[in-house]
């Protein structure tokens, strides 16, 4: 699984999309959901919009832009005081497992600035 470790090399944004995403049903055009198709099915029409679809192709479009769509749901659009945090979501278009924890991304502590300083007492 490397997606994720050659999204993050190249500094691109890793987003997973749901497994169950039914990414060869829906037209990648104009967004109508045909309903599932049996694997031979490798080319298919649109019934909404009669445009002729590779199954595979499809998908990776619908993939992608299910991505971005998560992307933008997740990151905020007006950049203000309080949305200063990176988006840490990530696009998955392998459909292989996914151990979390076990990414190779090194994970940055925020370190402590500006520590209050305890009044020293006397008496
Ligand atoms: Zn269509």
């Known amino acids: 699984m490397f997606c994720e470790y050659k999204a993050t090399r190249r500094g691109r944004k890793f987003v997973k999309v749901a ?5 060869s049903q829906i037209c990648s055009d104009c967004g109508f959901r045909d ?4 694997l031979h099915i490798r080319e298919w029409t649109c019934d909404n919009c ?3 679809h590779d199954r ?13 769509r998560m992307l933008a749901a ?6 203000g005081p309080g949305a200063r945090r990176p988006v840490t979501a990530t696009v ?5 497992h996914v151990r979390p924890g076990n990414s190779p991304a ?7 600035v500006g520590r209050k300083q305890e009044p020293t007492r006397s008496g």
């Open 19 to 23: 497994r169950d995403f039914p990414s």
């Open 35 to 38: 309903g599932p198709k049996p």
């Open 50 to 52: 009669n445009t002729r």
């Open 56 to 68: 595979d192709w499809n998908a990776g479009r619908n993939i992608k832009y299910e991505g971005r």
């Open 74 to 79: 997740t990151a905020p659009s007006t950049p």
């Open 92 to 96: 998955n278009a392998c459909g292989a």
């Open 106 to 112: 090194a994970r940055t502590t925020p370190t402590l």
